[in-house]
């Protein structure tokens, strides 16, 4: 039987911690939900515009994000000082540990970031107030999907989100359903155009509110939970890999 310790929030701290620490880097921290710490990582070569936006677990029964992060850090360790990035590698540790979707006060994180009710999310805003991202990537999953799927934002041309369905089709299938959660999908992707009045009523998520202040680009991948995991975190290693030839071109 496949054992993992995808639910261990103190291990993947000490990855983290460790990966820092190879790369010349400074862990910092976001916050601090009880006595348990929420880091971010700013890669050496961040500048107020142009950077490249990663964030996983903000649900925490979606472990194949935080995984794939992890994991995906691990293997370009040597690049990450000369790299545009600022990685959020879990935001929602409490619901991780407990693999449950939502913070510890019952709240899903990716429905508030139009209020100002949430002390993350607040310390979130706060850190990426100052910068202009050339894209934000989510990392997210999704129990009902049959293969991986891709929301971007309409806004900046050409598109991307083609590349990073391809990057992903020879790790897992994509998505093959006319219609995700009552949106139209072609392909796997999901394009929507920002109208404000209907987030207002489900909440902002985290891709819209970077989409409205920070970034012209936002993507939210989302791989089938209930396949295997290292398949799941194979797929989103390959997203983030894509991200950031497209960001970084040459």
Request: hydrophobic share 45%; with cysteine.
């Amino acid at each position: 039987m496949e054992t993992h310790r995808a639910h261990d929030y103190r291990f993947l701290t000490v990855r983290w911690r460790a990966l820092a620490r190879a790369a010349r880097l400074r862990l910092e921290t976001l916050n601090v939900v009880g006595r348990t710490p929420v880091f971010f990582l700013r890669g050496g070569a961040l500048q107020k515009e142009g950077g490249i936006y990663v964030s996983a677990g903000i649900h925490g029964d979606e472990a194949a994000s935080t995984e794939a992060l992890i994991t995906w850090a691990e293997q370009n360790v040597d690049r990450l000082q000369s790299m545009p990035l600022i990685l959020f590698p879990c935001l929602n540790p409490w619901g991780l540990i407990r693999n449950c979707r939502f913070d510890e006060r019952g709240v899903d994180l990716n429905r508030v970031f139009h209020l100002q009710t949430t002390p993350m999310i607040e310390s979130l805003k706060q850190i990426v107030a100052p910068y202009q991202f050339k894209l934000a990537l989510m990392l997210h999953e999704d129990f009902d999907a049959q293969g991986l799927y891709l929301y971007e934002i309409e806004r900046e041309q050409p598109s991307w989100g083609e590349s990073l369905l391809a990057a992903a089709r020879p790790v897992i299938p994509i998505e093959k359903r006319a219609r995700v959660d009552g949106r139209k999908a072609i392909d796997g992707l999901i394009r929507r155009r920002f109208v404000a009045k209907n987030f207002l009523q489900m909440g902002y998520p985290e891709a819209i509110w970077l989409h409205v202040r920070h970034t012209k680009r936002a993507f939210t991948v989302e791989t089938p939970s209930e396949f295997a995991l290292q398949q799941r975190i194979q797929a989103q290693m390959a997203v983030i890999d894509e991200c950031v030839r497209l960001a970084m071109p040459g």
